[in-house]
């Protein structure tokens, strides 16, 4: 389990998950589909919308697989390990196909996108192929596929956001949800295969934006986190004029954030995920000025040698990220910074990888999600440099930096203590039923005890930190609070 340390971004226990609403089972339904979800929120809040599609066309989603007629794989091809993952579940799903023939199996997302008519070819058992831009000919494909034909669409669009389609909500919380505002990265860093599995970047029309975010805030969620492989680089320009005289304004970033910020000040506001070339003062700013935009930042490192963020075209330097964070830190005191880091790229040796390391201390981050270089075919990496550094390496210095960020997570909760923070609650701690879980503005879970105070999820409660473990602040409710 080292290959990776996650939070809630690419959150590793919803990996596999099967995905249906949370309360109704599907009657009335003239089939059944059961959808299991790998990789990022991106692909989990797609499989949203996949239901979404579904549904006009009657289907129920169901989560129990041996009752489906159609059974989904949404997929992830960020590194090699978590394609293997969906393979062998494809094998299992073979087994049940054979005991309930009619069964279709289809494959979802970046995996389909990069393995195409293979995967047609290569596992049997496969009836669907559906890259992430091509959803809507999801009944369609169905169909083809129910008359004995192999059913693919791995074409990927300039311009398509499934704007107008509204997501089911599945296995959620009712209290945050996530909400796509771009699809598609035009970065091309040189390790990642997103850019061919996802195509080319575009932005959602934002006034559908702020209508879903007002929606789900209507249905009582009270946090939505924006989602795209690269939210600050959001540019939309409205295609109307008919109705503005001409006079286009375009929304970049910024604007979209604080237009969701002022759906309600009850309604905290995430994002994920920001490239440090491209996270902006005004973002910064629109940050400060708004309580309940969320004091959070993920912003990926990657790595912390100049060097080897050139050969990864991340187009910055060690020193100009060290800037950035200490822009935010000035612009946004107490901001909680979480990152990605890559360990083990092409030719790095012992001394950048103790740039890593120290560029970790450097920016406390809160949290990390930490990976050893996965070779993806096709990427620049691939195609330029030798995966040169053996197994063994990357794993040891993957150690080393999964216990530098487990410590500095420790140092940071323990910074916490006796602070006051306002938390919104999501439920019932999962360990207590007297317990409560919820978070803090900086992302942080805390856990409290319910005592004889009548909340409900979905409510802010001020909660004082007493103690901590690495992962979980634990508080107790204040009820005559003065912040500063
Ligand atoms: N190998 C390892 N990690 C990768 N990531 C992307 N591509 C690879 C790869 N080929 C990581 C990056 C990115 C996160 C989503 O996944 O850190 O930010
Ligand atoms: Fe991949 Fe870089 Fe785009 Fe992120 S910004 S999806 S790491 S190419």
């Known amino acids: 389990m080292l ?71 949404n997929t992830c091809s960020i590194r090699e390990k978590a394609e293997q993952t969906v393979r062998k579940r494809l094998t299992e799903f073979r087994k049940l196909k054979k005991s309930k023939p009619g069964t279709l199996v289809g494959v979802l997302g970046c995996m389909a996108e990069r393995l195409k008519s293979k995967f047609l070819e290569e596992e049997k058992l496969v009836d669907i192929v559906v890259g992430p831009d091509a959803y809507r000919s999801l009944p369609a494909l169905v169909d083809e596929a129910e008359s004995g034909q192999k059913a693919i669409n791995v074409l990927l669009s300039r311009d398509e956001t499934y704007a107008d389609i509204s997501p ?57 986190t924006l989602l795209g492989q690269n939210v600050d680089s959001y540019y939309y320009v409205p295609g109307d004029t008919k109705h503005t005289g001409g006079n286009v304004q375009a929304v970049t970033f910024a604007k979209l954030l604080e237009q969701v910020a002022l759906v309600s000040p009850l309604l905290r506001v995430r994002f994920s995920t920001s490239h440090p070339k491209d996270i902006t003062d005004e973002v910064l700013f629109t940050m400060a000025r708004h309580e309940n935009i969320c004091n959070n930042i993920h912003l990926p490192v990657q790595s912390g040698s100049s060097r080897i963020l050139q050969l990864m075209n991340r187009t910055y330097t060690r020193e100009w990220y060290i800037k950035k964070i200490d822009r935010i830190r000035e612009i946004l005191p107490g901001c909680g910074i979480s990152s990605d880091i890559i360990t083990g790229f092409c030719s790095e040796t012992e001394e950048e990888h103790q740039e890593t390391l120290s560029i970790m201390e450097y920016a406390k981050y809160d949290y990390s999600y930490m990976f050893f270089y996965s070779e993806r075919p096709g990427t620049l990496a691939q195609r330029r440099y030798k995966d040169d550094i053996p197994e063994d390496i990357k794993k040891r210095r993957l150690t080393e930096i999964v216990n530098r960020q487990n410590r500095l997570s420790l140092e940071s909760n323990r910074n916490d203590l ?30 409290f005890p319910k005592q004889h105070f009548n909340y409900s999820a979905g409510d802010y409660a001020y909660v004082k930190t007493l103690t901590c473990t690495q992962g979980t602040l634990l508080g107790e409710i204040v009820n005559d609070v003065v912040m500063a």
Request: proline content about 3%; hydrophobic content about 35%; overall charge neutral.
């Open 3 to 73: 290959e990776s340390l996650t939070q809630k971004k690419h959150d590793e226990t919803r990996q596999g998950e099967a995905l249906a609403p949370a309360l109704t089972e599907p009657t009335g339904f003239r089939k059944r589909f059961y959808i299991e979800s790998y990789g990022c929120a991106m692909n989990f809040a797609d499989s949203e919308v996949v239901a979404s599609i579904l549904n006009k066309e009657g289907f129920g989603a169901t989560r129990d697989v041996e009752q489906a007629d159609l059974i989904f794989v």
């Open 168 to 224: 089911i909500r599945l296995n959620s919380n009712g209290i945050s949800a996530f909400v796509s505002i771009m699809r598609g990265c035009n970065n091309m860093c040189s390790f990642c295969v997103v850019p061919f599995t996802r195509g080319r970047e575009r932005s959602r029309d934002a006034d559908s934006i702020i209508r879903e975010c007002r929606e789900l805030f209507e249905n009582g969620y009270r946090e939505v």
């Open 418 to 447: 006796g602070k006051i923070f306002k938390v919104l609650i999501e439920g019932p701690s999962k360990k207590s039923d007297s317990d409560w879980m919820g978070r803090t503005s900086e992302n942080k879970v805390m856990i």
